[in-house]
């Protein structure tokens, strides 16, 4: 009961915030699209997503990532969902993604009570959301539906995804690309604070590091550099997964920040934030530090979710409802 109550009054904050910025609407997008075509879609998307995450908590992660990668390329379209030889999927950045089952299971549902109303691209977005919810500390936030399906599908269109050892100002770039600023990349990185990363990503920063006579990146916190080598060994599997939030790795809270300030963010693009003088403040205000006006993660991160699941969306005549997730009509 406790966490209802937290969660409905985080669910007010980021709605009614969401409302003032004009986040609950956007590009033909709105709360409660479905309202009268398919009243029960959202509560379908949601079941289903429980009943994955029961079974596996580790797909929580995997659907918000893909909803993130999804948005990037071509606008939130669902084109992340299409199979094909040369698809988005297919990208390096993307053979990792997991939880296409869990969208497909959810659209198979609905096209047994809504034929043709819900498209992929909504019920990624709303999966996303539910991920988020069925966490211990889980925010909720109220997600505006009406986007359409892509037809285009291309892995060389995924090169400019954010990447796990962008700097700041590159990061920051891609952003800005998609109408996002600084204060939405820090926010959305916290979605780290649930997930690992293969060791390949890291590992470079824990053996050889250029100019460290230790080895390791100088940035890293020294008494975390022997735990990271201890998991990910120099010559050890790469596709190893380590937690990306060392302290509540099963948590959607704001310990990840902490890692931050303390040389314990586990991905370079990570670590980079709490390094770069501008992105700092962001990450102390979300600590809390005395004097900054602080910034709640939940809402925050609710926010940002908003807006980017808003990026180039198709609406009205464009783009197309797919019966099935995998493949244009």
């Known amino acids: 009961m406790a966490k209802l109550g937290r969660n409905m009054v985080l669910f007010f904050v980021v709605w009614v915030a969401a409302v003032a910025s004009g986040g609950a609407r956007g590009q033909g997008t709105r709360v409660g699209f479905y309202s009268r075509t398919c009243p ?3 509560a379908i998307v949601r079941s289903v997503v429980q009943s994955h995450f029961s079974s596996d908590p580790s797909i929580a992660p995997g659907i918000l990532r893909m909803h993130f990668h999804d948005c990037f390329v071509h606008g939130c379209d669902a084109s992340i969902l299409l199979d094909g030889p040369t698809s988005e ?6 053979r990792q993604l997991r939880g296409f089952d869990v969208v497909d299971d959810a659209k198979a ?3 047994v009570a809504c034929p043709g ?3 992929c691209a909504d019920i990624l977005a709303l999966a996303a959301r539910d991920s988020v919810a069925v966490q211990t500390n889980g925010p909720f936030w109220s997600v505006p539906t009406g986007r359409r399906d892509g037809r285009v599908s291309l892995a060389s269109d995924a090169a400019n995804l954010p990447a796990f050892n962008d700097s700041v100002a590159v990061q920051i770039r891609k952003y800005d690309e998609k109408g996002l600023n600084a204060q939405d990349l820090v926010a959305l990185s916290g979605a780290h604070t649930i997930g690992t990363a293969a060791c390949q990503l890291f590992r470079y920063r824990l053996y050889g590091f250029p100019g460290a006579a230790s080895g390791a990146d100088p940035s890293l916190d020294a008494a975390f550099v022997p735990q990271l080598r201890a998991l990910c060994p120099q010559n050890g599997d790469g596709a190893r997964r380590v ?8 948590r959607f809270d704001a310990n990840y920040y902490g ?3 303390s040389g314990r963010g586990v991905l370079e693009s990570d670590a980079v934030l709490w390094a770069d003088a501008g992105t700092r403040g962001l990450v102390q205000r979300f600590l809390g530090i005395r004097g900054l006006a602080g910034l709640t993660f939940g809402v ?3 926010r940002s979710m908003v807006k980017m699941g808003n990026v180039e969306v198709k609406s009205g005549a464009a783009g197309e409802i797919r ?7």
Not at 89 to 94: D, I
Not at 323 to 329: D, S
């Open 40 to 42: 029960r879609a959202e």
């Open 89 to 94: 999927k297919t990208a390096p950045p993307n």
């Open 109 to 111: 549902q609905l096209e």
């Open 117 to 119: 109303v819900v498209s």
């Open 243 to 250: 937690a990306m939030d060392t302290g509540s790795p099963n």
């Open 259 to 261: 890692n931050l300030r």
């Open 300 to 302: 925050e991160f609710g």
């Open 323 to 329: 019966t099935l997730c995998t493949a244009v009509n």
